[in-house]
């Protein structure tokens, strides 16, 4: 962080908290200018005059910064929580052109998140987020008509959904396209398929992708090549996939992959910090996007990504429901 302010103190932030705090205001153009860097340099040091900033921008009409408190109340982080107030913020962005705002609204009408739970509600917001191209509105678009949760069970439009959300590299919809082609929902059963599209999620991270792909390998005889990806889903897994791999290996499992198992256990009994990125769509999980997608970025891409998601471990995002046999 760079620049002098006009009381001579080094900052590259030539404005503080807001009014009301006792210092000055922020300023527009210390708004623009300032880079994730310098973000994440406030949050980190003063976290209050980061909030402050971001209330700033989000009532001046920046609607990543919008979404950014609405991420903000969810949680509790920096600001109360307020889940009505998350989904007014979230309104507010999505009036104004943000396709993740939108997704969010309809996360709110799915969960009850500050609106009465409206499934259909849901679907519509949903649908507009996928219309605009967000992968996130598609996959959420897929994951209530799979499953059928107050609105209309359509697999063979779920299955459109997930491809089309594969098709940007979103991994959860891997992970549940490549359900779709080992379960035969909506698309026949086409095992290949399901291997292909599970490595394609556990290469960009996805615990459950690597999971269910070390099933199918095992399932095959490939013992090496499963015991490889069931190393990877230890490392990329979050505390429902490793409680998950500890299940699924220590019950009726493959054989020979107890000691694998045993450090699923452990990690999970030492109460590792592990943000809670997945969960299995059956359990009612919250799908909580990246902040970014296709809309146009602002506030430094959205207090670059919400400092990734790092703040938002009360809200469990999406991921593949693995097979427990």
Known sequence: MSGVRANGSASGWSGSPAAGIGIETPNLWDLHRHSEAD??????????????????????????????????????????????????????????GSLEA???????????????????????????????????????????????????????EAVRHFAAAAEQGHAKALGLLGRCHEEGWGTPVDREAAMACYRRAAEVGDGWGALNLGLLLAEAGLIAEAAAEFERALVTATPNCLAALADTLERGGPPGFEPIARRARQTLGQGQDIVETVRAPSEAAARVPEIGGRAPRTVAFAVAAWLRLGRLRTEAAQGCRIRLR
């Open 39 to 96: 973000w994440r340099h406030l949050f980190a040091t003063r976290p209050q005059e980061a909030v402050s900033w971001i209330r700033f921008a989000a009532a001046k009409g920046f609607r990543a910064a919008q979404l950014v408190l609405g991420q903000m109340h969810l949680g509790g982080q920096g600001v109360p929580h307020d889940p009505q107030a998350a989904y007014e913020w979230f309104a507010r962005a999505a009036a104004i």
């Open 102 to 156: 939108r997704n969010m609204v309809g996360r709110c009408h799915e969960l009850g998140w500050g609106v009465p739970v409206d499934q259909a509600e849901a679907l519509r917001h949903y649908r507009r987020a996928a219309a605009g191209g967000l992968a996130w509105g598609f996959y959420n678009v897929g994951c209530l008509l799979l499953y059928g949760e107050g609105v209309r069970r359509d697999h063979a």
